[in-house]
């Protein structure tokens, strides 16, 4: 009964007319709130989370305390995290939200409950958002479906980090476009936004690279085989591979530093002072190729790797910009959870 | 046992070449009789089975499911994972031996088939290929097949190391007994979840490159050339990328006792269906790339495909709703696959019904020696699928008769519907329009 092939040269299914059933639909976000991907976000919701957040900040902080009175935040934490858990924390309370901080190492997840019980927990205490920040790509969607409350993605693995993006548009715009808030598909027109270091494991680069292709920025990507595979180009418009630091920067406005994420190599075997000789940002060479460019890094910087002490320090750094923008973007993104969809 | 009529009925087996209006005769767990409608001889006082507008069909072959049975059974039982196999058309399944423990003993294989199992169709073991599936010790393979074990295989792992694959192959060709492999090279895999490409990257997961499983059915391949003199068989399970499929085209050209099965979901679904972290669209080899797709369609039109299998792979609810990277490989199958292959292959594709149906019995009971089955010639065992070939129908999970629900294929279309599966000549799932 076993057949032999009856064919020598096999056309293509695609020669034969073959249609394949269609691709999956997404049902997401549930939650009109929700900030999951920063491709999930309209060039007009943008606009409006970046008017938002220029008004927040310039709110009276005791009206703005009314905003969400007494509302229920629960951020829940499965990473260490300086800057975004604070912020996501300061832009909550200045709100008027009540917060409350579940980590991995002091709650019951060390006990082995799962995401999803630890998630109606939360509903059941009377969370009305939750902010995550997870070490598993895509634990969002995951807490999403499960919750149906409005999830804030603050970093899931190697996949996305939206309000990053988001506060990184703004001190873009701060830079380049004084003044503008409402962006459209020309916003960043002629602008190249370099990206460089370890994209392989960044959900900053990920989040980018969703981001600003869509306001006609031109995104360069740069980095050694090991941590910028090729297929990185492929994942969008917009996107190019550049494997020279020097060619580069030199087509920059913006250049955007990453860490390397050791916690994330799994086994990876990088020669650090190569890679250093190769791609680390140093005085020098930002003045020979992109005296003019803004040096924008996430943090946290490890000085001496990935850039100088000099050029974090520098005048072409905008570090700690980027820091206090992510106190009023999430502002913004906040509001937007507890207020979307008449909500409020 | 009485005796059973199949009365009106369109028969449809491709093996005996059988392709009209027929009555069948069952009785005593074979099939006795088949005449022109209305032509029986020996058919006094049996019950009868109207097939009027239906197709009457060998009982459908499954040679790679896993029912999880020994020490998995919150996942499936023998009893759970045959019942959903008869209400998906089919009368014999070959159960893989990862389970818990590991199959690789002559013990575990009876014990698998006692009537204690509760098993509603026939239930063929496939024993573990290496001692504990560990890749190191070969097992005693002519006492396991004196057990009643039709294969062995590692599957859920490799058998990795060139030595051992070489020996297992050598030592099964001398019992008669096939070894099914899970390609895979573990070493290029470590740590990834889902097919390794754009779409992996996009969603920040660790990739299973394509090459990991074509570089051991090359591999392999080879082996059974270098073996050749012994003419060892080897099956390829779940094939899923372009490569792999192109080298057993080329082993079969080389005249290599090479058989090879697609599962489902590997020749109708893409990366693409993981979606936004979809746990039913996770499964070992993953969902890859369309141009892999592609070369299975291609190659299962083409004749090249030896059986459609479902790598059935049952998981518990709780097990599936978590993070992804996290989630267990696996879907269940044994429902679906004669609806969609009907659905895509035949409705679709314009593949012949009874190529479609021999892709489903007759190839893969041939391919593990499985006598009398795969077949409705008289004398054969009385395994049957009558199903209605012209109903369309959306599956629904919910209603399984697996313990487990975890499929892509919820509310997918399927097309024919099974009405009533006979096992040696019981009715082991009716369902009557």
Not at chain 1, 112 to 123: I, W
Not at chain 1, 150 to 162: C, R, Y
Not at chain 2, 80 to 96: K, S, Y
Request: aromatic share 4%; with cysteine.
């Amino acid at each position: 009964m076993l057949r032999r092939t009856p064919s020598m040269n096999p056309t293509p299914a695609a020669r034969r007319a073959i249609h394949p059933p269609p691709g999956p639909t997404s049902p997401f976000p549930y939650q009109p709130g929700s900030l999951l991907s920063a491709g999930d976000l309209s060039l007009a919701e943008i606009s409006q989370i970046l008017s938002r957040a220029r008004f927040l900040e310039h709110e009276d902080p005791l009206k703005r305390d009314r905003i969400l009175s007494k509302r229920k935040i629960a951020l829940l934490f499965y990473e260490s995290s300086t800057r975004t858990r604070t912020s996501f924390e300061l832009a909550a309370k200045a709100l008027g939200a009540d917060t409350t901080l579940v980590s991995s190492l002091s709650s019951s997840i060390e006990k082995g409950e799962s995401l999803k019980d630890t998630g109606l927990t939360l509903r059941a205490l009377g969370a009305e958002a939750i902010i995550l920040r997870h070490n598993s790509s895509g634990a969002p969607w995951l807490l999403e479906a499960e919750t149906r409350l409005p999830v804030l993605n603050a970093g899931d693995g190697m996949h996305e980090h939206p309000t990053q993006a988001l506060l990184d548009l703004r001190t873009m715009l701060t830079h380049l476009r004084p003044g503008v808030t409402a962006v459209d598909a020309e916003t960043l027109a002629g602008v190249t936004v370099t990206i460089v270091g370890d994209i392989m494991h960044s959900r900053v680069a990920r989040s980018n690279m969703m981001l600003l292709p869509r306001l006609g920025a031109r995104v360069v990507l740069c980095g050694p085989r090991e941590l910028l595979p090729e297929v990185a180009g492929l994942v969008g418009p917009g996107m190019i591979l550049e494997r020279n630091f020097d060619s580069a920067l030199h087509q920059s406005q913006v250049v955007m530093m990453l860490r390397i994420q050791g916690e994330r190599l799994a086994g990876l075997q990088l020669d650090l002072e190569e890679y250093k000789a190769n791609y680390q940002l140093t005085g020098p060479r930002l003045a020979a190729h992109a005296p003019k460019a803004v040096v924008m890094h996430p943090g946290p910087i490890i000085r001496g790797m990935e850039v100088t002490a000099g050029v974090a320090d520098g005048v072409q750094s905008v570090i700690l910009e980027q820091v206090t923008n992510g106190v009023a973007i999430r502002m913004a993104v906040v509001e937007r959870a507890l207020t979307a969809g008449g909500a409020a | 046992m009485t005796a059973l009529v199949i009365k009106g009925g369109h028969l449809l087996d491709p093996a005996a070449g059988v392709d009209g209006l027929k009555d069948i005769l069952l009785k005593d767990g074979h099939v006795v009789e088949i005449a022109g409608a209305g032509k029986l001889k020996q058919a006094n006082g049996a019950e009868v089975v109207d097939a009027t507008g239906l197709t009457v069909a060998p009982g459908l072959v499954d040679i790679h499911v896993h029912l999880r049975e020994p020490g998995q059974g919150y996942k499936e039982t023998i009893a759970t994972g045959t019942a959903a196999a008869a209400a998906g058309g089919f009368t014999t399944v070959a159960a893989m031996p990862n389970t818990r423990p590991v199959n690789d003993s002559p013990e575990i294989t009876r014990w698998m088939q006692s009537s204690e199992r509760g098993a509603c169709v026939r239930v063929f073991p496939i024993a573990a290929a290496t001692r504990g599936s560990k890749g190191e010790a070969i097992n005693d393979y002519a006492a396991l097949k004196a057990a009643g074990a039709v294969a062995v295989s590692d599957d859920g792992l490799p058998i990795l190391k060139d030595g051992t694959m070489r020996e297992a192959l050598a030592a099964a060709a001398r019992v008669g007994l096939t070894v099914i492999q899970h390609a895979e090279d573990t070493r290029m895999t470590a740590g990834g979840s889902m097919n390794a490409g754009p779409v992996a990257f996009k969603l920040g997961l660790r990739g299973m490159p394509a090459e990991a499983e074509t570089s051991i059915v090359e591999r392999d391949i080879r082996l059974v050339s270098e073996l050749r003199e012994a003419r060892p068989h080897l099956h390829v399970a779940h094939t899923s990328t372009a490569g792999a499929m192109a080298a057993v085209r080329q082993a079969r050209r080389n005249g290599l006792r090479v058989t090879c099965e697609v599962a489902p979901h590997h020749f109708l679904l893409t990366d693409e269906h993981v979606g936004l972290y979809n746990t039913h669209a996770k499964m070992c080899p993953p969902l890859r790339s369309a141009a892999d797709r592609d070369a299975m369609i291609e190659a299962i039109l083409d004749g090249v495909v030896d059986a459609i299998a479902t790598d059935h792979a049952p998981h518990a609810v709780h097990e599936k709703e978590v993070e992804f990277e996290n989630a267990p490989n696996g879907i269940t199958g044994l429902e679906t696959a004669l609806g969609l292959s009907l659905y895509w292959l035949h409705k679709e594709w314009k593949m012949p019904m009874g190529r479609v149906l021999s892709l489903l019995s007759a190839q893969p009971a041939a391919l593990l020696g499985l006598k009398g089955r795969g077949t409705l010639a008289v004398g054969s065992f009385a395994d049957v699928v009558i199903f209605d070939p012209k109903a369309e129908w959306s599956y629904r999970a919910r209603e399984t008769k697996s313990k487990s629900r975890n499929t892509p294929f919820d509310g997918w279309t399927m097309l024919g519907r099974v009405r009533w599966t006979i096992s040696e000549g019981r009715v082991v799932y009716s369902n009557p329009a």
